[in-house]
């Protein structure tokens, strides 16, 4: 399995427009998280999925943020419009069960950076 | 809630010395613990995990960590450092029950010297 994909890998935009982040989970596995890092807040849970429905979206910071699964392998966030204080690196990761048997499988991350 | 806590934000250690990584948990039950790391432009790798059992686990590259109970630890360790060890670690702990996802410490910076 080539793992969690994540595209894009970087990428930079300006204040106000829309940016859409991607991610393929392994197949067959039934959560799908993603997260934020930032150096000042760490690792931050914004949202989960179980077999493609939302379940806690409590971590998404603001209305500007956004995140779907219409199926299995895939699922995207969306942040519109976007802003300097939204740049960091944002991973998927996707696990079999809640993940506690076997872990979570990140992607290699997207590097945002909003100017 | 089950909380975790990474005291250290960055350790240095000279190659070949030995490695402590502390992590203490929160949680009224016996948790779920793992130990992840993050290399430098890369996600976060499982290294290990605990769940019952014996309380001394191994994981990958050489890395080892002890459950402690009475001290709510779970810490990391390895005897000979490497300089390709060097990388961010993670610490999650997640609850026996219920469907809550795993907790992220907020991570430990490991620099290896010559």
């Known amino acids: 399995d080539a793992g969690v994909i994540q595209s894009p890998r970087h990428e930079v935009t300006e204040m106000g427009q829309e940016v859409t982040l991607r991610c393929k989970p392994i197949?067959?596995?039934?959560?799908l998280f993603w997260y934020r890092q930032t150096m000042m807040r760490g690792l931050e849970l914004l949202i989960y999925?179980?077999?493609?429905?939302?379940?806690?979206d409590s971590g998404m910071p603001e209305d500007r943020f956004s995140a779907k699964m219409p199926n299995a392998s895939f699922s995207t966030l969306k942040i519109q419009p976007s802003e300097p204080r939204d740049s960091a690196v944002y991973f998927c990761?996707?696990?079999?069960?809640?993940?506690?048997?076997?872990?979570?499988?990140f992607g290699s991350g997207t590097r945002l950076t909003v100017v | 809630a089950q909380s975790v806590t990474q005291p250290d934000i960055h350790i240095t250690v000279s190659e070949g010395a030995s490695l402590e990584l502390r992590c203490n948990y929160s949680?009224?039950?016996?948790?779920?613990l793992f130990w992840y790391v993050q290399s430098p432009g890369q996600g976060l790798q499982l290294l290990l995990k605990?769940?019952?059992?014996?309380?001394l686990v191994q994981g990958i590259k050489g890395f080892e960590a002890e459950f402690k109970r009475s001290q709510s630890s779970f810490n990391l360790r390895k005897p000979s450092v490497h300089w390709s060890d060097a990388a961010e670690y993670f610490c999650a702990v997640g609850a026996g029950v219920g469907n809550t996802p795993l907790v992220f410490g907020k991570g430990t910076r490991l620099s290896v010297i010559a």
């Open positions: 197949s067959g596995h039934d959560y």
């Open positions: 990761a996707s696990s079999l069960g809640r993940g506690y048997n076997y872990g979570y499988t």
């Open positions: 949680y009224g039950a016996t948790p779920y």
């Open positions: 999925f179980n077999n493609n429905v939302p379940i806690d």
């Open positions: 605990y769940f019952s059992g014996d309380t």
